[in-house]
């Protein structure tokens, strides 16, 4: 078998990218996931296609039935590092990738966590097109273009988008707003990346940043600051410039402040068309 025997094969497996492209573009992390998802799926057949036209099928297969194929670790490791040894070997790029894709399949924490973020997703797509073109399925000409999907039914997608956006920021509020203060820090962190610097700068005119050792900042600059640290010193506070502080570690001292924040909040969402209460 040689690589014009392939090519409906490789065929689909750029339309396949592509897809996948269009996907990790989207701004919702249960859509770009699947992005990620398929970037993963692709390299593995690659591998696959590239074990048959070098006549080794034991390297494709697990057994002589031809009913199950080695896992994407065996696959690179046996198939692309043996025939291209100069690629990123698996240990070194693709291991840390194929294990988010595979938290995304094999776990239920996608459901409630953003597993993969957007750049690694977009990464993925991009290493997977790059070898494409160096084991000849992609021209030097040639480029994978996001297929946009269109469904068969109509619906708005900026509305639902921003329909989406609203619901999160209202979780965001919520939680700053309950007196439910246990696992507080993990599950801010989880919103505050969920919402991302992007939306924050759209929505509330301030932005978001994750610092080292597990802090991050939501800031508008001299007049508020929200501080966390979910991993070490386990601390969450909300600075009002020239104003004070609330620490959420002592919930009934300057309470005023987590107030005029919960309030600027809502004021700046209904800024924006977005209601949270």
Not at 47 to 61: A, F, H, K, S
Not at 207 to 220: F, K
Request: proline share 2%.
């Amino acid at each position: 078998m040689n690589i014009d025997d392939n090519k409906h094969r490789i065929e689909t497996l750029k339309r396949m990218l592509a897809v996948g492209k269009y996907l990790a573009n989207n701004e919702m992390s249960e859509v770009y996931e699947l992005g990620h998802y398929i970037a993963d799926n692709v390299l593995g057949k690659i591998c696959m296609l590239i074990g048959l036209e070098n006549n080794r099928e034991d390297l494709v297969y697990t057994n002589n039935k031809k009913n199950r194929t080695r896992d994407l670790r065996e696959l690179y490791k046996g198939i692309l590092e043996h025939f291209y040894p100069d690629i990123p070997k698996y240990n070194d790029f693709v291991k840390k990738y194929h294990i988010d894709r595979s938290k995304y399949q094999h776990g239920l924490e996608h459901l409630d966590l953003k597993t993969i973020k957007k750049p690694l997703a977009m990464e993925y797509i991009k290493f997977v097109e790059k070898f494409m073109r160096k084991v000849g399925y992609l021209g030097k000409g040639d480029a994978i273009n996001p297929i946009r999907m269109v469904s068969s039914y109509s619906y708005n997608v900026g509305d639902y988008q921003r329909n989406y956006l609203e619901k999160k920021i209202k979780n965001f509020y919520n939680r700053l707003d309950s007196d439910d203060l246990e696992h507080i820090h993990m599950d801010m962190k989880t919103l505050l990346d969920d919402i991302g610097d992007r939306n924050f700068r759209k929505v509330l005119k301030m932005e978001y940043r994750g610092l080292r050792h597990g802090d991050s900042i939501l800031i508008e600059h001299n007049r508020w600051h929200l501080n966390l640290n979910h991993s070490f010193h386990k601390y969450l506070y909300i600075n009002k410039q020239n104003e004070g502080t609330y620490h959420f570690s002592e919930p009934d001292k300057n309470r005023e402040i987590l107030r005029d924040f919960l309030e600027m909040i809502k004021n700046r969402c209904k800024d924006e068309g977005f209601d949270i209460t």
